[in-house]
């Protein structure tokens, strides 16, 4: 049962434009989602998150956007750096379950010069 | 820099043989969760403990075990291992309900 799905395995976007990420969840408990960053042979790194209590949460380049009523949240990048390039994972979770979070399958975004 | 350790960073064994991962949190983070990343897949949950106790329990196998000392590290388990065991396998630590801060991962190789 995938809970928090990315349907776009790779995205190619032009340095400079804008790249957007999309993300759809199922359960409706999920209360907190997170987007990271992931380079090869690395941890993932936290970028941002957005309570549900919110729909839109800004950090520099970075907005991230909460649509609750279609289980759909998207991460912005603007402008695009060829620094960006990484798998972006989205995640979700909810207090009653203890923090774990639940990851989509990623993202594998490639920003061109 | 997470701050959160790993240790080692890569691991080869043969099958059938049993290995420990090592997980140092950040400092004052009382919950340590462990995932399994497989090849092209997303990051599965295992297992998560909070100061001591099992907390949370994910898609980890019979064969794998966990447990979180009182000095807040960690260690996942594997045994009776399997080609298809080979995956990275993250630790996060996290403090509250907030973000969760990710070691470099293990590189397990089973051959």
Known sequence: DQQVKQNSPSLSVQEGRISILNCDYTNSMFDYFLWYKKYPAEGPTFLISISSIKDKNEDGRFTVFLNKSAKHLSLHIVPSQPGDSAVYFCAAKYYNQGGKLIFGQGTELSVKP | ???????????ITAT???VTLRCSPRSGDLSVYW???SLDQGLQFLIQY???EER???NILERFSAQQFPDLHS???LSSLELGDSALYFCASSSGHSEAFFGQGTRLTVV
Do not use: C, F, I
């Not at chain 2, 820099?1 to 691991?11: A, E, F, M, R, Y």
């Open chain 2, 50 to 52: 909070y100061n001591g």
């Open chain 2, 35 to 37: 995932y399994q990343q």
């Open chain 2, 1 to 11: 820099d997470s701050g959160v350790t790993q240790t080692p960073k890569h691991l």
């Open chain 2, 16 to 18: 059938g043989q049993r």
């Open chain 2, 56 to 58: 949370a329990k994910g």
């Open chain 2, 75 to 77: 260690e996942l388990n």
